[in-house]
């Protein structure tokens, strides 16, 4: 009687686990409570796993890959892989950890990135029309987006040095944020002296032949492509700059118009200056502009190459442990670290 009574009374309790997480084993022996089985294992991006909350909101619902065709070959596209902080939702073990801007600070910012390009070219436009102080556009223009990007990178130079002098960080942090920082800290440095050089040189016709303009053009065609290149070997995907395609679009703009303001410079100094000087503003504008876009574009090649075998874990396994550390090239601390402010 006793026995009875007991499994009537389990029969009739509630589950311990709602119908949404789990399902009840009607199959169990008579006389024993119905045993609870777990959710089912849901598929993500690395293989499945219990799919863990992730802060600032789930992956979208709408489908991430599109296909396409490509000289007969099938390729998927990943349109989460085009937007930077959505690398972080890639991974259901990592969280979105930038706790200053949330991901609609984000569009506000490329937003305004956007409309600095268009005034930009606007004020450019309209000083070449007026004859004014703007009649140099070329130069003028070139400044602006120096102006920019040199924002851009002191926003970024800012962001990542907080958490490099944050000791909480440092403690996850590996060997390789050091000259991480340097890097981009330099960049920055960089891009101060080059806007002050080219404004310069706009302004005051004294500043050609000093070695402020050299270095400025030396850092604008030799360092700045090395250090490009120095951030693809050390970087990570939450801080290269192309990660970013909107920071990508702005720098890709930024040096297309170097070949408008090469050709202007180059057509100016061969009809004025004579053939020797002009030959030479050809040369050192056409040619190093050239090799900084092939250098870029091998960059955004090899970075997208690489995030993609990251993505499909023939490269960059997570660990069965979920551990923080991986072993290419060598251990980095991947799960630890902010996002870009743009």
């Known amino acids: 009687m006793d026995k009875e009574t007991t499994a009537m009374t389990a029969a009739a309790a509630p589950a311990p686990f709602s119908s949404s997480t789990a399902s009840v084993d009607t199959a169990s022996q008579p006389g024993q409570a119905p045993v609870p089985t777990p959710a089912p294992m849901q598929s993500t991006s690395h293989g499945s796993s219990p799919n863990p909350p992730v802060a600032g909101g789930n992956i979208s619902e709408k489908p991430a890959k599109r296909a396409i065709t490509l000289c007969g070959k099938r390729i998927e596209l990943d349109w989460r892989l085009l937007i930077n902080w959505q690398f972080d939702q890639l991974d259901p073990y990592r969280p979105v950890t930038s706790p200053c801007l949330r991901p609609s600070h984000y569009w506000v910012l490329r937003a305004l990135f956007a409309i600095w390009l268009i005034v930009t070219f606007v004020l450019s436009l309209a000083g070449r029309a007026q004859g004014g102080i703007l009649h140099r556009w070329p130069y003028t223009l070139e400044g602006f987006l120096n102006a920019g990007f040199m924002i851009y990178m002191i926003s970024a130079t800012f962001h990542t040095w907080r958490y490099a002098t944050n000791r909480r960080t440092l403690l996850h942090s590996k060997w390789w944020m050091v000259p991480h920082h340097i890097l981009w800290c330099t960049l920055g440095t960089i891009t101060i002296f080059s806007t002050v050089g080219y404004w310069s040189y706009v302004y005051d016709s004294q500043f050609v032949n000093s070695r402020l303009l050299w270095f400025t053009a030396i850092s604008q065609n030799v360092i700045n492509p090395l250090i490009l290149i120095a951030e693809f070997i050390l970087g990570r995907q939450e801080y290269r700059l192309v990660d ?72 960059y396994p997570l660990p069965p442990d979920r551990a923080t550390t991986s072993s290419w090239p060598f251990k980095t601390n991947r799960h630890a670290g902010p996002t870009l402010p743009i």
Not at 267 to 286: E, L, N, T
């Open 244 to 315: 970013n395609i909107w920071a990508t679009i702005v720098f890709l703009f930024y040096m297309f118009w170097m070949w408008i303001v090469a050709g202007y410079s180059g057509v100016w100094g061969y009809w004025i200056m004579g053939w020797d000087q002009g030959s030479a503003c050809i040369k050192w504008y056409f040619i190093d502009t050239l090799l900084i876009f092939v250098a870029f574009f091998a960059i955004v090649f090899l970075t997208r190459a690489r995030d993609h075998l990251w993505s499909t874990r023939a490269w």
